[in-house]
């Protein structure tokens, strides 16, 4: 009913930088939080960044200053641009949104995964 698509993904090198985007739809009210986790091989999957419907950011302390993550709120779309990129950024990233749906439902929704690579 509600679903959240991503791309961006590639290989890149270290230094380099690269946009990620996830746009949402479907059966959609409203978009309160977005966000971007990342998940490394093995690991768990962490949050990377969030933003609010109102515009208010947070970052994880690894990627603060060479990240920075927006939206549109008219698309529906939340974006993140990874800058500086380091090896360790290496990771399937995933989108994620809170929605609220017609029927008043909240929903979590995920993207399915877009996989950044940086490496020489």
């Known amino acids: 009913q509600v679903q959240l698509v991503e791309s961006g993904g590639g290989l890149v090198q270290p230094g380099g930088s690269l946009r990620l985007s996830c746009a949402a739809s479907?059966?959609?009210?409203?978009?309160?939080?977005m966000g971007w986790y990342r998940q490394r091989s093995g690991r768990e999957r962490d949050l990377v960044a969030v933003?609010?419907?109102?515009?208010?950011?947070n970052y994880a302390d690894s990627v603060k200053g060479r990240f920075a993550i927006s939206r549109d709120n008219s698309e529906n779309t939340v974006y993140l641009h990874l800058n500086s990129l380091k090896p360790e950024d290496t990771a399937v990233y995933y989108c994620?949104?809170?929605?609220?749906?017609?029927?008043?439902?909240?929903?979590?929704?995920w993207g399915q995964g877009t996989l950044v690579t940086v490496s020489s």
């Open positions: 479907g059966s959609i009210f409203s978009v309160t939080d």
């Open positions: 994620n949104a809170d929605v609220i749906d017609h029927t008043g439902g909240y929903l979590e929704v």
């Open positions: 933003i609010t419907s109102g515009g208010s950011t």
